[in-house]
């Protein structure tokens, strides 16, 4: 009877420590397969169209900063063009490894023409209200890029 305690005191601090081997691994193995996703991806060309994309609203804002201010329109407009195209490239990352042959550069011609109809309909929303008909039919044509782009990654 005097054995049991210390035998079972060992045998939960080797179940713990177990434990914790086994979170720890699922860690890295879990960012083994994340860091194989985000590759897969980078290396994609809806990515190498999202990233031109990108590139080209940053250089547009650097521009725009240098002369106006935060509040100017067109800087917001840029800020949230970006802000969609981080969302996107975001999504583009969770992409299994399997999947990644479905980021062809037409999803990236989607993506980004999703996101210049986004911005009309931001600047519409900006105007008028949701039921204005140009304000609706700005609505139904990010929905058909939309369904589009589900149509490729679900």
């Not at 897969?40 to 990233?51: C, F, G, V």
């Not at 399997?98 to 062809?104: C, I």
Request: zero cysteines; proline letters at 3%.
């Amino acid at each position: 009877m005097k054995y049991i305690k210390p035998i079972l005191f060992t045998f939960i601090i080797l179940s713990f420590s177990l434990s914790n081997t086994a979170q720890t691994t699922g860690k890295k193995v879990s960012a083994q397969n994340a860091s194989a996703t985000n590759h897969a991806a980078k290396s994609s060309q809806a990515y190498a169209e999202i990233l031109l994309e990108r590139t080209e609203l940053e250089s547009q804002l650097e521009d725009f900063l240098g002369d106006y201010t935060e509040d100017f329109p067109k800087v917001k407009q840029l800020r949230f063009q970006l802000a969609l195209l981080r969302k996107e490239t975001d999504k583009l990352f969770t992409v299994s490894t399997n999947e990644a042959s479905k980021l062809t550069l037409a999803l990236g011609k989607l993506i980004i023409r999703k996101i210049e109809l986004e911005t009309n309909l931001w600047n519409l929303k900006a105007q008028y209200k949701d039921d204005y008909p140009d304000v609706k039919k700005a609505k139904q044509k990010v929905a058909i890029f939309e369904r589009a782009i589900r149509e490729i990654l679900p």
